[in-house]
């Protein structure tokens, strides 16, 4: 799985610390302060050339002074019952019909999806999680874009602010409301995708009785080995033990048990497909091929610098190095599980059907005692799922305990290495984990639809706040604006700061008119002078916007499910925290923007 930014713990996140710079609090705070003194600023001017310099101050004055006043007379009580309202209003816009459309995606998803894909749990749980997002948040586009204008338009507006009820009560119960039909509605596709990925995906084989082979040693029959019929696209290997009882290898993602009954065997259904790992992730430093320690390994020319890669058959190597490992990871005695994820890069083919070979030692990264290699066949892109005995052999033919030997401070360090010339293995930090007991796979997939929850009420927040001052279409497309550059904020920010070839807006036009590529350097002169001095000013701005803008791309954690990877809690809190302080600045904001209005008035 790829994991571009590392998951802090949830207080690192929130108040930063020492290296880790502002925490996200800080930041919060930073930000709105900023817009605060903009919108005084901006204010002011409007009504200074309205009421003039005295009636322009003492209008922005007590706006604001009774804002604050507001704030602290909010009802709970007023707030539902407007909430309940909005959702009234949303029953009598049809919104069931958006689950009419998800009930038919998935009627006939079954035709497009491929159950012979390697990893099909992969491709269900993506293709559901997508579908359920975007239509989630198309409907919440919809209802908070368009209620309070359609009321304006209407004036049955005029029945609520005649009532004693405050503009900011009004925005929340709007919110509140909406984000009450989405959780609903969300609520229901969760449960139904939950069942079409289970059921899609649920199968079983039968055992080709006449594909065993018996293994014996010295006329004692020790076990045997097969395969299993071709259902769902694929077939197993099948290993049984001298009872006939015994497993379907893993293949696509899944093993199956079987069972001896009279005759011959059961299969039981699919195990294993969808699954909630939880890893505890080490520190990755690399060594090259004379054997000095570096941070980045070899760069084998992708554009995509995620993974670094080691030469094989030479000094180079990848080193994780964890912490506090202690003999509570081992509770059963069988030792320490890991998980090692490697990505293979051929300079020539090998071996024709060979797959390339690796090994790995335990070192003590304090007193350098290490075991001997151990061997492995690389499984490019897949995750080998490996236990490290207890009882180990050192270089010098000792016996090592695991714990007490290479572990004896808390710190242990596993060392990867390519064997074959010519090859390369690519590594990336979270390629190696510690494997801890697994979660629940159903709670991990509430977790997945928990984020989509959270795009939900941050679409619903930004419609409402916008549909106070603005009209119908136009406060969509100011969400749809928010909401696109939201999931390509990362390229936006780069573009903001420079780090993205072909320079600022105005230089991308201008090399996208004259078809010049991206990375010629545009010809000395004015015209490039003017281009330049505009695209500082455009940066700038866009930086400014980069700071409120949503990132809905990380909010996304379809990926954590679909690969078979626990939501870690501490995203779970982050994402959770970063939506209620969107709520609650779209919610004052909103409120200052109803203010304007003359309503009822």
């Not at 209003?89 to 012979?116: G, K, N």
Request: aromatic share 10%; proline share 3%.
């Amino acid at each position: 799985m790829v994991l571009e930014r590392e998951i802090l713990p949830y207080f690192q996140w929130l108040l930063g610390g020492e290296g880790l710079g502002l925490g996200a609090l800080p930041q919060f705070g930073l930000v709105m302060l900023g817009l605060a003194l903009l919108a005084l600023i901006g204010s002011y001017l409007f009504a200074a050339a309205r009421y003039g310099p005295l009636g322009g101050g003492d209008l922005v004055f007590q706006t604001v002074s009774s804002g604050f006043r507001e704030m602290w007379e909010i009802s709970p009580r007023r707030i539902w019952a407007l909430a309940r309202l909005a959702v009234k209003e949303a029953w009598r816009r049809r919104v069931v019909v958006a689950l009419l459309v998800f009930f038919v995606i998935l009627l006939f998803a079954s035709w497009f999806l491929r159950t012979d894909h390697q990893d099909p749990a992969k491709l269900y749980i993506s293709f559901v999680s997508t579908a359920t997002t975007y239509l989630v948040l198309g409907i919440a586009l919809l209802l908070s874009a368009f209620s309070l204008p359609s009321d304006f338009k209407t004036k049955t507006i005029y029945t609520v602010v005649t009532k004693p009820v405050r503009a900011g009560e009004i925005i929340l119960g709007r919110i509140i409301g909406f984000s009450l039909v989405g959780t609903a509605l969300l609520a229901v596709m969760a449960l139904c995708s939950y069942v079409f990925v289970n059921r899609s995906l649920d199968h079983s084989h039968q055992v080709e009785e006449q594909s065993l082979r018996h293994d014996s040693l010295g006329g004692e029959v020790l076990g045997y080995q097969g395969r299993t019929t071709l259902d769902a696209s694929h077939r197993h290997d099948v290993q049984l033990n001298n009872e006939n009882n015994g497993q379907a290898l893993g293949n696509h993602g899944h093993s199956h048990s079987i069972t001896a009954r009279g005759d011959g065997h059961v299969v039981s259904a699919a195990e294993g497909i969808m699954r909630a790992r939880v890893p505890r992730w080490g520190k990755l430093k690399f060594k090259d091929r004379q054997g000095v320690e570096k941070e980045l390994g070899v760069n084998v020319g992708n554009e995509w610098t995620y993974r670094s890669f080691i030469e094989g058959n030479t000094q180079g190597a990848a080193i994780w190095t964890f912490e506090e490992i202690n003999e509570s990871l081992d509770p059963a005695g069988e030792g320490l599980k890991i998980g090692l994820i490697v990505r293979v890069f051929r300079t020539h083919k090998g071996i024709i059907g060979e797959a390339i070979g690796g090994a790995f030692q335990v070192r003590n990264p304090e007193t350098g005692v290490q075991s001997e290699l151990t061997f492995f066949d690389a499984q490019d892109a897949k995750i080998s799922e490996i236990t490290i005995p207890r009882k180990l052999v050192g270089t010098d033919n000792s016996e090592l305990d695991l714990f007490k030997d290479l572990a004896s401070n808390g710190r242990l360090e596993i060392v990867v290495q390519c064997l074959q010339r010519g090859q390369y293995f690519g590594f990336a930090q979270p390629d190696c984990y510690l494997r801890l007991p697994e979660g629940s796979a159903t709670w991990n997939y509430v977790k997945v639809y928990l984020s989509i929850w959270v795009q939900m009420v941050i679409v619903t927040s930004i419609g409402v706040a916008a549909s106070a001052v603005l009209s119908g279409p136009v406060a969509m497309m100011l969400t749809v604006s928010f909401v696109v550059l939201g999931f390509f904020r990362e390229f936006f920010v780069g573009v903001a700061t420079g780090t993205e070839y072909g320079g600022g807006p105005v230089e991308s036009l201008v090399r996208l008119i004259t078809q010049m590529n991206v990375i010629s350097p545009l010809e000395a002169g004015a015209s490039t002078s003017l281009i330049k001095g505009v695209d500082a000013v455009l940066q700038s701005l866009m930086l400014s916007v980069a700071q409120v803008l949503p990132d809905f791309s990380a909010f996304s954690t379809a990926n954590f499910a679909a690969f078979g990877f626990s939501v870690p809690t501490d995203r779970v809190l982050q994402d959770l925290t970063t939506c209620l302080a969107y709520v609650a600045g779209l919610a004052v904001i909103g409120y200052f923007l109803l203010r304007t209005r003359e309503v009822a008035k």
